[in-house]
């Protein structure tokens, strides 16, 4: 599988730069291209630096347990559950399991 690398620099004269696999592109197609992964601006994922990866690593079993819950969503599922009970409960329907 082909790997592309990700780079953005602020230079000297504070201008941020960016490039993929050491291409200099504009900041929409650098945007785009991480969107496309999965990696946008509105997306819940994000690039980990070494010192999180450390802490992953070192993660016990409920915590690796709640961070596989929240990378794949289902935390937020059941925020929105909890929610979504509640404004039920607020306006009289009934909840079956």
Do not use: Q, W
Not at 35 to 51: A, I, M, N, P, V
Not at 79 to 96: A, H, N, Q
């Amino acid at each position: 599988m082909p790997t592309i690398t990700f780079r953005k620099e602020i230079g000297d004269d504070c201008k941020v730069n960016h490039y993929m696999s050491g291409l200099k592109v504009s900041p929409g197609e650098y945007y785009n291209i991480l969107e496309c992964g999965g990696l946008g601006r509105l997306k819940k994922f994000c690039l980990l630096s070494h010192r999180r990866v450390e802490e992953i690593i070192n993660l016990t079993g409920e915590e690796i347990y709640e961070a596989i819950k929240e990378l794949t969503g289902a935390k937020i599922y059941e925020e929105k559950k909890e929610e979504s009970i509640v404004v039920l409960e607020k306006t009289g329907g009934l909840i079956s399991e």
